[in-house]
C-alpha cells in the first residue's frame, strides 16, 4: 500500500485505471450481472495496476480530476479530433495532387510547457496528426518532421502546435 506521499499517485492511477477497463468493456447489450462482474474485476486490476506503478509517476495526482482541469481535456479531445481531420484532408489534397510544390524538413519549435507529461501529449498529438512526427523532445524544444515547412520559424511553431499547446496548458497548470 503506498505511502501518504504517493497516496494521491495511487489514487491517481487507479482511477484511471477503472474507468479504462470500463471504456473498454462496456457494451449497451450487456446484461447487469455480467456488468457487475465486469466492475468487480476492473476494480481488482485497477487497484492491482496502481499498487504495481503509482511510484513511477510521481507527478500523478488526483488534482488533475479538477472541473477546470477536466474541461480543458474535454476540449482538448475536441481539438486534437479537429486537427486529425484538417490533417488528414491535407494529405489526401497532398497524396492526390502529385505536382503540389513539398519542402519536407526538420523544424526547430519552443514549447512553453513545463510538465513532462503535456510535452508528451503535445509530441503524440503532432505525430498522431498526418504530416508531422516528433523526431526529439529536449526541454522545451521539439524537432517535428514535417511534410511542407515554411520559411518563418515562428509562424510554421504555431502551425504545428495548433491550440494543442493552448488546452494541454489548461489542464496541466
Known amino acids: 500500500m503506498p505511502s501518504n506521499s504517493g497516496a494521491s499517485s495511487y489514487a491517481f492511477v487507479a ?37 504495481l506503478t503509482y511510484k513511477y509517476l510521481p507527478n500523478a495526482s488526483v488534482k488533475y480530476f479538477s472541473p477546470k482541469r477536466l474541461g480543458y481535456l474535454t476540449v482538448y479531445v475536441f481539438v486534437f479530433i479537429w486537427e486529425m481531420i484538417k490533417a488528414n484532408v491535407n494529405m489526401a489534397i497532398i497524396v492526390t495532387s502529385p505536382k503540389l510544390p513539398l519542402k519536407p524538413g526538420i523544424v526547430k519549435i519552443k514549447t512553453d510547457l513545463k510538465d513532462n507529461f503535456a510535452k508528451l501529449l503535445l509530441g503524440n498529438s503532432i505525430t498522431l496528426t498526418p504530416g508531422t512526427m516528433t523526431m526529439e523532445v529536449s526541454d522545451d524544444t521539439l524537432y517535428i518532421h514535417w511534410v511542407k515547412i515554411c520559411d518563418d520559424i515562428k509562424e510554421a511553431g504555431d502551425i504545428i502546435k495548433g491550440a494543442f499547446e493552448k488546452w494541454l496548458k489548461g489542464v496541466f497548470s
Open 15 to 51: 482511477v484511471i485505471s477503472f474507468i479504462t477497463w470500463i471504456a473498454l468493456i462496456f457494451s449497451p447489450g450487456m446484461s447487469m450481472v455480467a456488468f457487475e462482474q465486469e466492475v468487480f474485476v476492473g476494480l481488482l486490476v485497477a487497484l492491482t495496476v496502481a499498487a
